[in-house]
Antibody
Framework: EVQLVESGGGLVQPGGSLRLSCKAS????????IHWVRQAPGKGLEWVSY????????YYADSVKGRFTISRDNAKNSLFLQMNSLRDEDTAVYYC???????????WGQGTLVTVSS | QSALTQPPSASGSPGQSVTISCTGT?????????VSWYQQHPGKAPKLMIY???KRPSGVPDRFSGSKSGNTASLTVSGLQAEDEADYYC??????????FGGGTKVTVL
């Protein structure tokens, strides 16, 4: 069974940093591209970033470009999102999701809440 | 780029059908056959229901179907059941490095 478990969320002040993790199991992690998708409280879904299986291809949404960095460790079946210069509008539940190709999201984790507030 | 347009709400009685529309442009919905639909119950993660416009992942009931005409995609839920009450989001590839989501539709089973 595919399982994705996010961690690392919490309360951070504007301008601060946070590193999210996503631990994968139940599938061949190194063969799959993975996305981060976020959802602000009471709002819809917003794509954040994508990393290919071999890390050769990385994409970011314009809203996070230059502030967030996606990475992965295939040996540890783990995905990461380093978030710097955080803003109030980055407050959201962050989900990791496996890629089905063409920006379609197959399996999802349960999410981790990031709150940016002073 | 703007989000895809979905009606905020839709409803139907048990056993009836409900159809949700998702309208974009020729640069997203109309330009790619990679529209997907997600079901989200309160407090839960989204679940993939339809991909590539009309394909169902393993385990998704055949009561769920998808289609597309021009710049508008649609999700139809036939034979509505109580557990179908949820928020539904569409998404479309919008280029090699972008995806757009709809604003979401709350489906109520009367």
């Amino acid at each position: 069974e595919v399982q994705l478990v996010e961690s690392g969320g919490g309360l951070v002040q504007p301008g601060g940093s946070l590193r999210l993790s996503c631990k994968a199991s139940g599938f061949t992690f190194s063969s799959h591209g993975i996305h981060w998708v976020r959802q602000a409280p009471g709002k819809g879904l917003e794509w954040v970033s994508y990393i290919a299986s071999s890390t050769t291809t990385i994409y970011y949404a314009d809203s996070v470009k230059g502030r967030f960095t996606i990475s992965r460790d295939n040996a540890k079946n783990s995905l990461f999102l380093q978030m710097n210069s955080l803003r109030d509008e980055d407050t959201a539940v962050y989900y990791c999701a496996t890629s089905l190709g063409w920006f379609q999201f197959d399996s999802w984790g349960q999410g981790t809440l990031v709150t940016v507030s002073s | 780029q703007s989000a895809l347009t979905q009606p905020p709400s839709a409803s139907g009685s048990p056993g009836q059908s409900v159809t949700i529309s998702c309208t974009g442009t020729s640069s997203d919905v109309g330009g790619y056959n990679h529209v997907s639909w997600y079901q989200q119950h309160p407090g839960k993660a989204p679940k993939l229901m339809i991909y590539d416009v009309s394909k169902r992942p393993s385990g998704v009931p055949d009561r769920f179907s998808g289609s597309k005409s021009g710049n508008t995609a649609s999700l139809t839920v036939s034979g509505l059941q109580a557990e179908d009450e949820a928020d539904y989001y569409c998404a479309s590839c919008a280029g090699i490095n972008n995806v757009l989501f709809g604003g979401g539709t709350k489906v109520t089973v009367l």
